[in-house]
């Protein structure tokens, strides 16, 4: 190797060999090495000439000055020019950072989020009230559990309670009003609580315990339902926080080694699990204000869905592992974490790879949507600590209102990687009709639990055992008999799936508040195990068995009773509540708006097609806004419902357009062929206000190509993203990607997109994205400006046009899908991704 290098020659580059070092990295690490000695060498050979010259070894001095100044003066503007253009490339995304960087509130980042000043004075106003309030609860209530919790603990009392000065500030709202019924408001409260509480108290003369100061900061949500008609106009209120808030405690005492460096972490995870316990979903805290509403339908209502993940893979991931002390770079062992609340699970590790393929399932229940996010976090596996690969957060919200979603994500607070999921939401349902089971291990079904209480359990096994035996028993069994009432839990087990509820103490009359959630995947075959256990023994006090087939034939699948509980005592039942649902996949189902001219048409006369058979991909894509349609129906696009047919808004575009076609009542009609269609121009093709081509190509009875016009089903769908910059006073028009398109070609097709912005149609209001050749699904994540006012941008229509670019050579049309969108129908303050529909005038879709 040394002999080649010194020759000058570069050893041969391996391109079978994917992993490791390779010949390509040797000799990159032989040409750095040459590099360095030749720059060492120019720079030492000064230094000898001056010195053979008999020269001042001042001159070198002031030439490193100098050639120093230069490269430092060089760097900094290098650095600025930099800067400026990667802030006008990344605007939005550098404005984000800094608005990060500087703790702003959440009104700030978020547009429908709003101040609460109002709220923040409230608070401050009231804050000594309840500080009063804090301290009489502490003493009267908290303090003479704390003494009966333990023997220990006889003597424990709080010496000094001050709540402080500074009291909880609300830094955003965000309520809820389109995504949710009309019985109930939601209200998320951003809260940070720098507090100066000052609370000591004494366990035994020798040890004091206390805390001073704490921080607290978490969204804390509100839901206000039923509302009624009747005084107070709100049934309830209902609590919680949506994820686990973070928390920084500063003890005093003898708890002051608790905030010592391995002990803190322990510490404050210990409160947040208490915090969860209570107040951190699915727990809730409920406060009914009627008597009509009970508390444990507003303490454990239904989930709202579950959410079913497909992680698939992930791509250009960042290369962690490293070769000859960090010169080389290498592979990564990629695996990823999902987490939804308290539930989280982890994927398969990939060894040596950034293009990891997984293709796991993973389903979550979701209480809360939105609200509820699914956080992915990718990690390289190593043996000491695992290294970060970037992180994405989805609203569980976003899920349910497209259905189904199977995007690329970008992953942030990483240089570069995409993780490929496909994310589906089911709903619940009461129909025994809609139950598929399958054999691929998904869940078919969803079972709740609500855990009321148990009564009469028996002190141990062996009263239970025993109790057909009469008559006075002996001085020695009463001598050593038991008199303490058992410490029991609940343990709920269905296959390999088995939850635990709390310890319950001293009680033969537990009760339990609490509530689980099973995945079922086979309502006809799976029984529900509930057996009541002793705490300390981990024996048996009852146990009772329900085959889930039972809650099929029931009301509404519920069953809310006492059951008697076996192998126990006579008397012990345990009260519970199980509930059955069955999950539904629901596609999202479009507005169609029917044209005029199609109105009168009955919908079982079919379209004259061609018979040639259609080209189909070689991977079925099917559109999740499809609805299952009869083959000899004949319907247009389903399109969103700010989206109309262009048969029907031909007639709305004769004032904007200066060209028209035959006339306005020939556009009411529908054209026998699409070759008929003629247009017929009023301005020179030349002159600056004649049609650039906006809905046809510049020629007399041309067709379409003979793959579209072969063509059977939909056109394809393009995703945009269209909002208003109101500070820079721009339309934004984000064209993210297409799919599904026509294939015009055996390689596909060769597609762009075209828009303009109504009226205006010229050459010079055209936008146009890069052609992405030989596919049918392009993604072009282009972004277009029309600097034009809100109000003007809410009159305009946004005419979208997707071409293939290989057609210039022939006498056919280059459109192969167009999108009309009234702007006036979108929300330009919050913005609005969608998937819109591709039609093409006088072509219909047949499914």
């Not at 406060?287 to 497909?310: N, T």
């Not at 089911?426 to 089971?437: G, R």
């Not at 699948?557 to 076996?566: H, K, N, V, W, Y």
């Not at 009609?669 to 121009?681: A, F, K, L, V």
Request: hydrophobic fraction near 40%; charged fraction near 25%.
């Amino acid at each position: 190797m040394s002999a080649a290098a010194s020759e000058g020659q570069v050893p041969p580059i391996s391109a079978g060999d994917p992993e490791g070092l390779s010949a390509k990295d040797v000799s990159q690490l032989i040409m750095e090495f040459l590099m360095f000695m030749m720059r060492a060498i120019v720079l030492c050979y000064p230094v000898y000439l001056t010195g053979s010259l008999g020269l001042s070894i001042s001159w070198i001095l002031l030439s490193m000055v100098m050639w120093t100044m230069w490269k430092n003066n060089r760097r900094w503007k290098d650095q600025r020019i930099d800067t400026a253009i990667d802030f006008l490339e990344n605007e939005k995304h550098v404005i984000n950072t800094e608005l990060k960087a500087m703790n702003m509130p959440a009104w700030i980042h978020f547009a429908d989020v709003e101040k609460a000043a109002w709220i923040n004075k409230i608070l401050q106003q009231a804050w000594p009230f309840f500080g009063m309030y804090m301290e009489k609860l502490l003493i009267d209530n908290i303090q003479p559990t704390v003494r009966t919790s333990s023997s220990h603990l006889k003597t424990f009392t709080f010496t000094k309670v001050h709540m402080g000065q500074n009291a909880p500030t609300i830094t955003g709202v965000r309520v809820y009003t389109h995504e949710l019924e009309t019985k109930e408001v939601i209200l998320d409260f951003n809260i940070i609580y720098d507090a100066d509480v000052d609370i000591d108290a004494d366990v035994k003369p020798a040890i004091k315990v206390g805390v001073k100061g704490l921080q607290l900061q978490g969204m804390l949500r509100v839901i206000l339902e039923p509302l009624i008609g009747q005084s107070p106009l709100v049934g309830g209120v209902t609590m919680f926080f949506i994820r686990r808030p973070a928390l920084q405690l500063n003890w005093t005492g003898m708890t002051n080694v608790l905030d010592g460096p391995g002990l803190n972490h322990f510490s404050e995870s210990a409160i947040v699990d208490i915090i969860a316990s209570l107040m951190v979903l699915p727990n809730r805290m409920c406060i009914p204000l009627i008597d009509q509403v009970k508390v444990d339908q507003m303490k454990f209502p239904l989930p709202r869905g579950v959410v079913r993940v497909h992680v698939l893979e992930a791509r250009d991931l960042v290369a962690k592992d490293t070769y000859m002390m960090g010169l080389v770079k290498g592979k990564s062992d990629p695996y990823t974490v999902l987490r939804v609340g308290n539930k989280q699970f982890k994927t398969k590790t990939i060894k040596e790879t950034l293009n990891p393929r997984w293709n796991e399932v993973y389903e979550f229940v979701i209480h809360e949507a939105p609200g509820q996010e699914l956080e992915v976090e990718l990690y390289d596996e190593d043996t000491d600590a695992d290294d970060f690969l970037g992180r994405y957060s989805l609203d569980c919200g976003d899920v349910r209102k497209n259905r189904e979603l199977d995007e690329w994500f970008t992953l942030e607070d990483i240089e570069t990687g995409q993780i490929h999921m496909k994310l589906q939401w089911f709903s619940l349902h009461t129909n025994p009709a809609l139950l598929k089971e399958t054999r691929d291990g998904l869940a078919c079904a969803m079972l709740a639990v609500y855990l009321d209480s148990a009564s009469n359990l028996p002190k141990d096994q062996r009263e239970f055992t025993h109790n057909e035996k009469h008559g006075k028993p002996p001085k020695e069994s009463r001598l050593t008999r038991r008199t303490n009432d058992p410490n029991s839990y609940v343990e709920f087990t269905i296959d390999q799936q088995s939850q635990k509820t709390k310890v319950v103490l001293a009680s033969k009359d537990p009760t339990y508040d609490e509530c689980f959630t099973f995945f079922v995947h086979s309502v006809n075959n799976q029984v529900l195990n509930v057996e009541v256990k002793e705490h300390e023994k981990k024996s048996s006090l009852g146990k009772l068995t329900l085959p889930l087939v039972r809650l099929l034939n029931v009301s509404d699948m519920t069953l809310d009773q006492r059951f008697q509980l076996e192998r126990s005592g006579a008397n012990s039942h345990i009260k519970m509540k199980a509930v059955l649902r069955i999950l539904t996949l629901e596609k999202l189902e479009p507005k169609v708006v029917a044209p005029p001219n199609q109105a009168k048409e009955k919908v079982s006369s079919p379209t004259p097609v061609p018979a040639q058979p259609a080209q189909s991909n070689a991977k079925e894509k099917v559109p999740v806004s499809s609805a299952p349609l009869s083959r000899t129906q004949t319907v247009p696009a389903p399109v969103p419902s700010s989206v109309s047919s262009y048969n029907e808004l031909q007639a709305e575009y004769t004032p904007y357009r200066r060209s028209t076609f035959v006339g306005t009542e020939a556009l009411r009609s529908t054209p026998s062929t699409p070759s008929q269609m003629r247009r017929y121009d009023s301005h020179s093709l030349l002159s600056e206000n004649s049609i650039a081509s906006s809905r046809f190509d510049l020629t007399d009875n041309v067709p379409y190509p003979e793959a579209i016009l072969n063509h059977q089903g939909s056109f394809g769908q393009i995703q945009l993203t269209l909002r208003y910059a109101t500070l820079r006073k721009r339309l934004i028009v984000i064209v993210s990607c297409c799919k599904d398109l026509v294939s015009c070609s055996e390689s596909g097709s060769d597609t762009y997109v075209r828009i303009y912005l109504l009226p205006d149609q010229t050459w010079k209001h055209r936008k146009r994205t890069p052609v992405k050749k030989k596919t049918v699904d392009p993604v072009f994540n282009e972004t277009f400006e029309f600097a034009v006012s809100m109000e003007e941008a809410r009159t305009r229509k946004l005419d979208v046009a997707v071409k293939n670019n290989k057609m210039l050579h022939k006498r056919e049309r280059k459109e192969i899908g167009m999108v009309l969108i009234d702007m006036s129908e979108i929300d330009l303050i919050k913005g609005s991704t969608e998937w819109y529909e591709l039609t093409l005038p006088g072509l219909k879709k047949i499914n």
